[in-house]
């Protein structure tokens, strides 16, 4: 009675006629597919649908079985109109009110029939406990109705059809042919009949169903084996379970008791709520700091606190996901050095704030900010972010340099051993040389073809050979063992060689009217030597004065005038005094100029005149002294830094009219050194491209072309662009050329001089190797 | 398949290009005017040269080379095309010419010292065409050294030495001899670092065997050494040029020359108490410059006629510049600067230029015309040290042979070029090396400096081919055998 209430409740007003059909509960409709199915899809009409099919079904079936079906039928259409509309409910009852419940219908003969509604009894009615489809035959057997279609009468005297038996159901279902997925209803879209196919069907029974799944569930879920798969073998303890776990615990009995009894007592009180704190604080004294401070002024010992930023998304405990670092970014910035992190935290992502962990430099930071307080400074590490390339100095290309020597063109052959020395005479058509095998040799420098020979000596060798500058004359200065010879080549024409002899001979005849010195002097080591002339055999070479030093003289320059040479004996034991001598061609003069040692540095090395001043530029070991020979005073003093110089030069164009004096100087030690006497006693730029000691170094004479070149022990000579500029405000540049190879390193020694042509691009070379190479 | 031979087709008709073939000599032209031809364009010289000589049906093939637009084709026509941007649609106008043939060594004749000036004198040199009564005969060229060790020597072809010019004692050149020249076939001048140009008497005799070279006039002016030496026979003039930085003009006949400088006689030397007896026993007549032209500030390296007018002059010199001198008032024209030492100086007159060999090892072609805008208008590169000596191809105005330092002799065409960053650069057709570098067998080895292989001097002569002199000591005679016999006739 309760479910049938129920649905009744359910199905509202509409359903008070249709129940007379007794079989068809409500509830079995619903669990019809067919029905159910188009209920659902028919929206709000659903239920007078259910209703009109079903009785479609019956009114198929009476059709077939005779006369009353007609009632039935007509008796259904007026449920079926009230069931279309609700609120038409209402409306029935007047109607009823005001018209008989009688209608004539003719019936299946032609007479009339009389029809009755039927009679809805009101709520109060003494009927209302009577089932209303009860059959009102009374105590009569059944089996009396067997041969007529219904089995008795209800209460409004309608007959009440004999349900239909399983198999008549059966036969009529047989009998209609129902196609497949057959709705019985139009689709709107198409005006055909709609036909579901079975998974839609099945669709729609699932929606019916509830059985439909919502967003967000997942069909294909991962299994979760709640209980583990892997079944343990053996159990953690096999022992039995001990009598103390099934035998209640004295010790815990104590305890409670002691409980029981603290409580009995009043030892232990109930948790009260800590609500009386405030009134505690009241009593606390707070000592406000910052109650009296003031707004001060900007000062540089008041500074105030930066204002931070507002925190950011990323500083959030579980910043959005944009904001969390990829692997790539975390590994780059641990990678990164703390100064350069951009931030100094990491975004990390946590999934609730209990599981923020403790700040991690929490003490680093508390440390570091006692160092504050203690003043203590930490070293703060400045970083240079220079491009190393920018360091080095914008040199121009060699090419934009050109001319400068870059191949050898001539070898001069012939020498026997080492040649020690070379010099391109000043017409720059001719090369002399000298060498261990105690010649000098003159050479057509083009061609390499050996002019002239003179052999000075049997045992020494030629250490320096010099030209006399000046084309009035020519003259060769030759330093051999203790002598230096003054020859003229017979190279040049008849006037010039008569020149050149006349040159060298006027100065027998006053040295000759200067009687020589006494013989007390002569005993002394310092006196100075007289020139002498020189065997036959010599004169007849063209050798015109020998000067005896007594000692080995390594080094000889030129005055610019040609009047005058330096020559210096290096060797340690000759004596401080004798060491330099100053030699005049006209006088046939040799003076000694210094007493004594120059300070600092050893014997003196090589001495030269400075190109248009009146200094004598001397460098002993470790320094070079200019002195000043007209007011015979030190006027300079250079310490390039090196341990032993081998050789200087002095820049063609030094002067003071043209932006000062440059000198190169060429060390054992392996080092150029530029010298600017403007700048400092110190050089200007060292240049360290050598492996081996540097023998000579030369500028290019004249100034024509901004060269110098120096030669090495190592093989190579070295060509560098060094131009001076007149400005007093520039420095000169220097820019490392060419290194030229090809001098073969006997005997650890590799090219012993160098010279340049006066007026070409070209160099020229004494190896040890016994050859001289033109470069060009 | 067919599709396949058809694309084929189709595709060689793409690549053919229609040219026409010229010759400008009258011996190797085409027999009738040939139209133009269809080539493939895939072609290169050598395809040409067998095209040619077919179309000539010459029982012997004669090696062509083809100029279009007056370069040499050095590609195949299709990469030419390519390259010049043509169109193969047109007519290429290829002119050909014999090609150089590799010069074959045919001689050595050697020496005591190196030799520093070599000159021809045969049929077709200077000399001889210059002396225009006297016939010369073939077979009888003849070849001059001057060595440094003083002595000019005349040798046969067969490598015989015909004569010795006189030893200094006996009035012949008291240094070493620096260029020497065929004035005509019985003068020869030579200059030496003595400072003397010296004019000898040739004369020969027993059907030439033997001959005598007798001291006919000394020239004294110079105060350096004598580097060139230029020889106009016709108007009796020599030109040279020194050390002492000027250029000398002398005349050959005793008569014109003005008297010797006084002081530059080897008598005024004041170093008497020498030995060496520097006056002969045989009394030579000394004479003086016509005139001494001084504007060069170096070592005058070279100094040459204008090859058509014989009044013009043209030096080289060490202080870079080239200058042109008229001759006849002995008054300096022009002056042409260039970057580096000049070394030596060839006049090409057809195309109006002027070789000069530079220490920078490559020759500059210098337009002398004073219209000329540019210095340098070609620079021909490939040696590897001085270019000393050069010479002109006597076959063809293009040619050009030069001696350098390095040890070779060098053969260049001027069509034979490229346009470098630097401007037209002109690559060397053949290399010569020195025989003697391979007789020792270091024909591959480089010599530094070119020590002992160094070419003083070059010389072409039609007839007897490429001379040239060398710090080896030898006269080399290469010939290209080829073009020689073939241009002769």
Request: charged letters at 25%; one cysteine or more; proline letters at 7%.
């Amino acid at each position: 009675m309760d479910a049938r209430k129920a649905s009744k409740k359910r199905k509202a007003v509409t359903r008070d006629v249709e129940e007379e059909a007794g079989v068809f509960s409500g509830d079995e409709l619903s669990g019809q597919d067919l029905d159910g199915a188009l209920s659902d899809n028919a929206n709000d009409l659903s239920d007078s649908e259910d209703d009109e099919s079903e009785i479609e079904l019956i009114d198929d079936v009476s059709s077939d079985e005779g006369e009353e079906e007609e009632e039935e039928l007509d008796s259904d259409e007026i449920p079926s109109d009230v069931g279309e509309e609700e609120v038409k409910k209402p409306a029935v009852k007047e109607w009823q009110a005001d018209e008989p419940n009688v209608r004539i219908v003719k019936d299946a003969n032609g007479n009339d029939r009389y029809l009755y509604d039927e009679i809805n009894p009101d709520d109060n009615s003494d009927y209302s406990d009577v089932e209303e489809n009860g059959n009102t035959i009374g105590d009569i057997p059944l089996s009396f109705y067997d041969q007529y279609p219904h089995i008795g009468y209800d209460i409004n005297g309608k007959k009440i059809m004999r349900p239909a038996k399983g198999e008549a159901l059966d036969a009529l279902l047989d009998s209609i042919e129902i196609p497949k997925g057959w709705t019985g209803l139009t689709d709107p879209a198409t005006g055909k009949p709609l036909e579901l196919s079975q998974e839609e069907l099945e669709l729609l029974k699932k929606v019916q169903m509830n059985e439909i799944p919502g967003e967000g569930y997942d069909q294909y879920e991962p299994l979760v084996e709640y209980f583990t798969s892997q079944q343990e073998i053996m159990p953690l303890s096999a022992a039995p379970e001990p009598k103390r776990r099934f035998v209640p615990s004295k010790h815990e009995q104590k305890r409670v008791m002691k409980l029981v009894k603290a409580i009995r007592e009043g030892r232990i009180l109930p948790y009260k709520a800590p609500e009386d704190r405030e009134e505690k604080d009241e009593n606390e004294i707070n000592f406000d700091l910052w109650a009296d401070e003031q707004e001060r002024p900007d000062h540089i010992m008041h500074v105030p606190a930066p204002k931070l930023p507002p925190p950011g998304y990323e500083e959030s405990y579980h910043p959005p996901p944009e904001y969390i670092p990829d692997n790539k970014e975390r590994k780059a910035w641990e990678q990164a050095d703390p100064e350069d992190r951009e931030k100094e935290f990491l975004p990390n992502d946590f999934q609730s704030l209990r599981k923020v962990p403790g700040y991690e430099n929490f003490v680093k930071e508390k440390f570091e900010r006692c160092l504050d307080l203690y003043l203590a400074p930490r070293v703060r590490r400045s970083k240079l972010n220079i491009d190393p390339e920018s360091l080095l100095p914008k040199l121009p290309s060699p090419e934009e340099l050109k001319p400068f020597p870059t191949t050898c063109a001539t070898v001069f052959r012939g020498h026997k051993g080492r040649v020690r020395s070379l010099n391109v005479d000043p017409t720059g058509i001719w090369l002399a040389t000298g060498g261990d095998d105690g010649t000098v040799r003159v050479w057509e420098i083009l061609t390499g073809r050996q002019l002239w020979s003179a052999k000075l000596s049997d045992e020494d060798a030629v250490n320096v050979v010099r030209w006399r500058p000046g084309k009035d004359a020519v003259i060769l200065a030759a330093a051999c063992g203790d002598d230096i010879f003054l020859s003229v080549p017979p190279i040049a024409d008849p006037e010039i060689e008569k020149a050149s002899l006349e040159t060298l001979d006027a100065g027998w005849g006053y040295a000759a009217s200067n009687p020589t010195p006494s013989a007390s002097d002569e005993t002394k080591k310092s006196a100075p030597p007289t020139w002498i002339r020189p065997s036959s055999a010599l004169a007849d070479l063209g050798v015109c004065a020998v000067i005896p030093l007594r000692y080995i003289p390594k080094s000889i320059s030129w005055h610019r005038r040609g009047d005058y040479f330096v020559s210096v004996c290096s060797g340690a034991s000759t004596p401080a005094s004798v060491a330099i001598a100053i030699h005049t061609v006209s006088k046939h003069l040799t003076q000694f100029p210094f007493r004594r040692r120059l300070k600092g540095g050893g014997p003196p090395q090589t001495a030269h005149f400075h190109p248009s001043k009146p200094i004598l530029f001397v460098a002993n070991q470790r320094s070079v002294r200019g002195y000043d020979l007209s007011r015979q005073l030190l006027v300079k003093i250079l310490q390039p830094g090196a341990r032993w110089i081998s050789s200087f030069d002095i820049h063609p164009t030094s002067s003071s009219a043209s932006g000062g004096d440059n000198i190169i100087i060429g060390s054992y030690d392996r080092r150029l050194l530029w010298h600017d006497l403007d700048l400092s006693q110190r050089p200007y730029k060292t240049l360290r491209y050598h492996r081996k000691a540097i023998r000579a170094v030369k500028f290019h004479p004249g100034g024509r072309y901004p060269l110098f070149a120096d030669a090495s022990d190592d093989g190579s000579l070295q060509i560098f662009h060094g131009s001076v500029t007149g400005d007093m405000l520039s420095n000169a540049s220097i820019v490392p050329l060419k290194v030229l190879k090809g001098h073969k390193i006997t005997g650890e020694l590799g090219v012993l001089d160098i010279d340049w042509h006066p007026r070409e691009a070209w160099c020229v070379s004494a190896g040890a190797d016994g050859t001289c190479r033109l470069w060009m | 398949m067919s599709e396949g031979q058809d694309s084929a087709v189709s595709e060689a008709a793409q690549r053919q290009v229609r040219v026409q073939l010229t010759s400008k000599q009258e011996d190797i032209a085409l027999p009738e005017s040939t139209g133009p031809i269809l080539v493939p364009t895939g072609l290169r010289r050598y395809a040409l040269s067998t095209l040619v000589n077919n179309l000539l049906s010459s029982e012997k093939p004669i090696p062509f080379e083809f100029l279009i637009n007056g370069t040499f084709l050095r590609t195949s026509i299709d990469e030419y095309l390519t390259a010049n941007g043509i169109s193969s649609e047109t007519t290429l106008e290829i002119e050909y010419v014999r090609a150089l043939i590799p010069p074959l060594h045919i001689a050595s004749f050697q020496h005591d010292d190196w030799v520093s000036a070599t000159d021809v004198l045969s049929a077709t040199a200077p000399a001889a065409t210059w002396a225009s009564g006297a016939t010369f005969s073939k077979g009888q060229e003849r070849i001059l050294s001057g060595s440094y060790d003083g002595f000019l020597r005349v040798w046969n072809m067969s490598s015989e030495t015909i004569a010795t010019s006189p030893a200094a004692t006996e009035g012949g050149h008291t240094a070493s001899i620096k260029a020497a020249k065929f004035v005509s076939p019985n003068q020869i001048a030579s200059a030496s670092l003595d400072r003397t140009v010296r004019l000898w008497k040739y004369t020969e005799e027993d059907g030439g065997f033997s001959g005598k070279i007798a001291p006919q006039l000394e020239l004294y002016g110079h105060k350096s050494g004598i580097e060139s030496l230029a020889v106009h026979a016709p108007s009796n003039r020599l030109l040279t040029g020194s050390s002492d930085h000027n250029v000398g003009f002398w005349s050959t006949k005793k008569a014109d020359a003005p008297a010797a400088p006084e002081n530059l006689l080897p008598s005024s030397a004041a170093r008497s108490s020498k030995k060496r007896k520097l006056n002969s026993s045989v009394s030579v007549p000394q004479r003086g410059p016509l005139a001494l032209l001084s504007a060069h500030t170096g070592p005058v390296s070279a100094a040459i006629f204008d090859a058509r007018d014989s009044t013009v002059g043209y030096s080289a010199s060490w202080d870079h510049s080239l200058r042109t001198w008229d001759l006849v008032t002995a008054s300096l024209v022009d002056t042409r600067t260039t970057a580096h030492s000049l070394l030596s100086l060839e006049h090409l007159p057809d195309h109006n230029l002027l070789a000069a060999g530079t220490s920078a090892r490559h020759i500059t072609m210098i337009d002398p015309r004073a219209s000329a805008t540019t210095v340098a208008a070609m620079t021909l590169r490939g040696h590897t040290n001085a270019v000393v000596s050069l010479a002109r191809d006597p076959h063809s105005s293009y040619g050009l042979i030069s001696g350098s330092h390095d040890g070779t002799v060098r053969l260049w065409d001027l069509r034979s070029t490229k346009t470098d960053k630097e401007g037209v650069v002109g690559e060397s057709v053949y290399s010569i090396p020195r025989k003697s570098l391979e007789d020792e067998g270091k024909a591959e080895s480089k010599r530094v400096g070119g020590e002992g292989v160094k070419v003083f001097s070059v010389c072409w002569d039609e007839t007897v081919g490429i001379v040239s002199a060398g710090e080896d000591k030898r006269i080399q005679i290469n010939r290209g055998e080829g073009v020689l016999s073939s241009t002769k006739e």
